[in-house]
């Protein structure tokens, strides 16, 4: 069964840094692109970002909200992929979900909430 | 980037009717959509990728059609557990975009 975990969510203040971890089991983690997608309270869905497999050069994309701000990566041989946020934002403030680039976006965790708060 | 508009907002529907939701992108982005159902206080499930394929394990109640900018999809047959917000989303140019969502309600 495919499976996304994600981690590391928590109350940080406005500035600082936080580190999502999404641990994947499964499938074969290496083959596929991944990518974060968050979600305020009460609001819809946003694409934050996508990296792209071994194959394809582990190149990035990233929404206009994470540009310059957030870091995506991976580590296949611990089937985990990760999301670096600094100089974060009260608007930061949602829950980040993992998930895989195949056929559209197929499976999602079940989220990690980030709270910016001072 | 590209806009995805949902309509409606939201619907209120009975057990048994066939509903189906609109989603128009602001430009052509071929068959590179998917939508989504989210339950609340839930992850989203993948229903509909290239716009007409169902998601494997997706009930095939769900169907979606279209091309270029306009899309639907389409339930048959609601029952107690498809009352939910339905995504449409575009993956032909980054940054991806999400529609803003239509909720199905029980009339």
């Known amino acids: 069964e495919v499976q996304l975990v994600e981690s590391g969510g928590g109350l940080v203040q406005p500035g600082g840094s936080l580190r999502l971890s999404c641990a994947a089991s499964?499938?074969?983690?290496?083959?596929?692109?991944m990518d974060w997608v968050r979600q305020a309270p009460g609001k819809g869905l946003e694409w934050v970002a996508r990296v792209r497999n071994k194959a394809n050069g582990y190149s990035t994309e990233y929404g206009p909200s994470a540009k310059g701000r957030f870091t995506i990566s991976r580590d296949d041989a611990k089937n985990s992929l990760y999301l670096q946020m600094d100089s974060l934002k009260t608007e930061d403030t949602a829950v980040y979900y993992c998930?895989?680039?195949?056929?559209?976006?197929?499976?999602w965790g079940q989220g990690t909430l980030v709270t910016v708060s001072s | 980037d590209i806009q995805m508009t949902q309509s409606p907002p939201s619907l209120s529907a009975s057990v048994g009717d066939r509903v189906t939701i609109t989603c128009r992108a602001s430009?052509?982005?071929?068959?590179?959509l998917t939508w989504f159902q989210q339950e609340p206080g839930k992850a989203p499930k993948s229903l509909i990728y290239?716009?007409?394929s169902l998601q494997s394990g997706a009930p095939s109640k769900f169907s979606g059609s279209g091309s270029g900018t306009d899309f639907t999809l389409t339930i048959n047959s609601l029952q107690p557990e498809d009352f939910a917000t339905y995504y449409c989303?575009?993956?032909?140019?980054?940054?991806?975009?999400f529609g803003q969502g239509t909720k199905v309600e029980i009339k």
């Open positions: 499964g499938f074969t983690f290496s083959d596929y692109y």
């Open positions: 430009q052509d982005i071929s068959k590179s």
């Open positions: 989303q575009q993956y032909k140019a980054y940054p991806y975009t």
């Open positions: 290239d716009a007409s």
């Open positions: 998930t895989r680039g195949s056929r559209g976006l197929n499976p």
